[in-house]
């Protein structure tokens, strides 16, 4: 399996584990063992989203402050769960995954927004983590 691969089912698994969590309040870790505990994962996929789950919960001050700056308009509570967890996601990885190029975060958050969101999903998670990004490029 590809890493682009793993990853994507990462992603995928890791927005599943987090919007149960955030829309039902069950605790995440609880949540996580569950669904590694049903699915049947390759170690790649697992380790990942482990790491994705992980990396969100101990800077989700920090990354939901960065939706809060690049969408004031929205505030981060009442953003859609779907849209706010793609989110949390993605800019975890440009955040704190280096080995992830930027372009392939948010080019894969998009996507999962199309596939899970609403109509303007796409769109507005595009435009939120194209904010964060042309922030995080101006400052390297």
Do not use: C
């Amino acid at each position: 399996m590809s890493v682009g691969n793993t990853r994507h089912q990462a992603r995928t698994l890791a927005l599943q584990v987090l919007y149960e969590s955030d829309v039902a309040s069950h605790d995440v870790s609880g949540v996580l063992a569950r669904y590694l505990e049903d699915q049947d994962e390759p170690q790649t996929v697992r380790r990942y989203v482990e790491r994705l789950i992980t990396g969100i919960q101990e800077n989700q001050q920090g990354i939901d402050q960065r939706i809060a700056d690049a969408a004031p308009t929205f505030p981060v509570d009442q953003l859609p769960a779907v849209d706010r967890n793609i989110l949390r996601i993605a800019i975890y990885e440009l955040t704190g995954e280096p080995d992830v190029p930027m372009k392939a975060a948010i080019n894969e958050a998009v996507e999962i927004a199309k596939q899970f969101g609403g109509d303007n999903s796409g769109k507005f998670v595009n435009g939120v983590l194209g904010t964060i990004a042309n922030g995080l490029a101006s400052s390297h």
